[in-house]
């Protein structure tokens, strides 16, 4: 009993983590340039697909985690400046339609380079192999990639409480227009949160990658599960989708222990149940805090 409490714990910070990861970077967007990713799913395959490639051409792993974000952000700042740009006096439909196509793009190019079979991100010898926690043992791999998600998580803390970019950001997701008149350049802040929530997107990636296959149409379920971390917490709310990533990943690792068919069904209640109570999620709408 006290292994399956363990694993249920364990394993329900790191899906949570990853979660965390991918709402949180999916709210910036949204939160500063009221843009709704759809392509937000891709993103994080092609993190994970060019991690692998990293490993495979004889980096490692943690090389790998470094390297495929920044390539991923580049791609991000990319689709802003070309895609995203042009759209911005528009309706948000014009960039849901978008982001929506450009999903099976992105898609359509990891089939192309990658080919369509299943790949595994090799790890360093060190992280094989299982630790023991008191009567039950884990694998080293989930705790270092548990490691990791803290890591991540706190240094985008970090970033959006200590530093002049991310106070920047949380203002003008509020008040752009004050912002503007203090001399800040908002369509800077804009980019670069876009930037930033592909970053995260790729980062999930990679650390999701040893968890899971990686395969081309990988970001499907997790865009979806992103999805339901951000109307769950509440749109725009970065506190909000931290909570409902960790709440989610306890709830869906805890059903898949137990009646696995079901499991995200029993999320799918859970947001219903939470929305019929709080129909603007948890902590709101509108708010990047």
Request: with cysteine.
């Amino acid at each position: 009993m006290f292994a399956i409490t363990v694993d249920i714990i364990l394993n329900s910070l790191v899906l949570g983590g990853i979660f965390v990861i991918m709402g949180v970077g999916l709210n910036i967007i949204y939160g500063l340039n009221r843009v709704m990713n759809l392509a937000h799913g891709a993103l994080y395959a092609l993190g994970a697909y060019f991690g692998f490639s990293v490993v495979a051409v004889g980096g490692n792993y943690f090389l790998a985690l470094l390297i495929a974000p920044i390539i991923v952000g580049i791609l991000g700042l990319v689709i802003e400046r070309v895609l995203i740009t042009p759209m911005r006096k528009r309706s948000m439909i014009y960039t849901l339609i978008l982001t929506y196509g450009l999903m099976f793009v992105i898609d359509g190019l990891i089939k192309f380079f990658w080919g369509v079979e299943t790949r595994f991100i090799h790890l360093p010898e060190f992280m094989q192999g299982t630790v023991s926690l008191g009567s039950a043992s884990y694998p080293v791999f989930r705790l270092v990639i548990l490691i990791g998600i803290a890591a991540v998580v706190a240094a985008l803390m970090l970033l959006l409480g200590r530093t002049r970019l991310g106070i920047n950001m949380r203002a003008a997701s509020e008040i752009p227009e004050m912002v503007s008149a203090c001399g800040v350049n908002v369509r800077g802040v804009q980019i670069s949160g876009f930037v930033l929530g592909c970053m995260l997107a790729g980062t999930a990636g990679v650390l999701a990658g040893p968890l899971f296959t990686v395969f081309p149409i990988m970001g499907h379920d997790m865009l979806i599960s992103s999805f339901v971390v951000v109307v769950i917490g509440g749109l725009g709310s970065l506190r909000g989708a931290v909570i409902a990533a960790l709440m989610i990943g306890f709830v869906q690792t805890l059903a898949e222990f137990f009646i696995t068919e079901m499991a995200m069904v029993i999320v799918y209640m859970l947001m219903a149940l939470i929305l019929v109570i709080k129909p603007l999620g948890i902590l709101g709408e509108g708010k990047f805090e």
